[in-house]
């Protein structure tokens, strides 16, 4: 069996959900070119915990995870996918010794997986697990537990990171969606991906360097980590490309990153 890619999604806005666009089209278009998977193992910018948790329920519940301020269809939405409890056991003995928690009532799939998955996958036929991040574990700490998931690429499981690489909501303009974005951004934007074109993991695990312009654009560590999980499933040598690569409100970068080669499910 060949090895699926490992896939970087910026998400942004939850009322992606809601649109067809060039950028839910690019989605769509990916996962047609992947294939259908086995399963899809996602890890999200917003499920942060203390230690390491897994859902691992037959039906996990769709996760109206945001503010009554969104409209109101998005609480209507429904991604029935089902779970894969053997998936999450598996997720648990790659990671050891680090303790995962089997997670079978607590979460579900919170709108970082769905808001993405609904576009690739719209039939929601294929499982999903969703991983939790260890809020209090430093960057490299997080690529490496992307580097032990890397065996499931090779299991017909596809690892799905879902943040995005400069997300500061404080200083969104909603103004205008696609307004020209702060210096600060682009330029950490491309920073880091000339750190993932030149196959430099460390200097996108140490993006704090980048001083100032890392301070505007990762706010919050939560929507950047997801990007260390997939590059940590990245096998020497693979080659990446990136999708989607343009910026909302000024201070969210939408750009995706493909790890691997594509077209290579089963």
Request: a negative charge.
């Amino acid at each position: 069996m060949a090895r699926l890619p490992a896939v970087f999604f910026g998400h942004g806005s939850p009322t992606v959900a809601l649109e067809t666009s060039e950028t839910t089209q690019c989605w769509a278009k990916l996962a047609d070119d992947i294939g259908k998977p086995k399963a899809i193992l996602v890890i999200s910018a917003h499920w942060l915990t203390r230690g390491v948790a897994v859902t691992a329920m037959e039906r996990p519940p769709t996760l109206h995870d945001f503010g009554r301020s969104l409209p109101a269809p998005l609480f209507d939405i429904d991604y029935p996918a089902p779970g894969d409890p053997a998936l999450a056991v598996r997720v648990r003995d790659l990671l050891a010794p680090t303790p995962v928690h089997l997670d079978r009532s607590e979460w579900g799939l919170d709108h970082g997986a769905w808001s993405v998955l609904r576009k690739a996958y719209p039939e929601a036929d294929v499982p999903v697990v969703q991983l939790s991040m260890d809020a209090t574990r430093p960057p490299a700490w997080h690529n490496e537990i992307g580097r032990r998931l890397a065996p499931l690429r090779d299991e017909n499981v596809l690892i799905v990171g879902s943040g995005n690489v400069v997300h500061n909501l404080g200083v969104m303009s909603w103004e205008g969606r696609n307004a020209s974005p702060y210096d600060w951004a682009v330029r950490f934007n491309a920073a880091i991906r000339a750190a993932i074109e030149a196959a430099n993991p460390e200097a996108v695990i140490d993006y704090a360097a980048l001083g100032r312009d890392a301070q505007m654009a990762v706010a919050n560590p939560d929507h950047f980590w997801p990007l260390l999980y997939v590059l940590g499933a990245r096998a020497r040598g693979e080659p990446v490309r990136f999708i989607t690569e343009h910026f909302e409100y000024r201070s969210l970068s939408m750009m995706g990153v493909v790890v691997g080669r594509t077209g290579t499910a089963t």
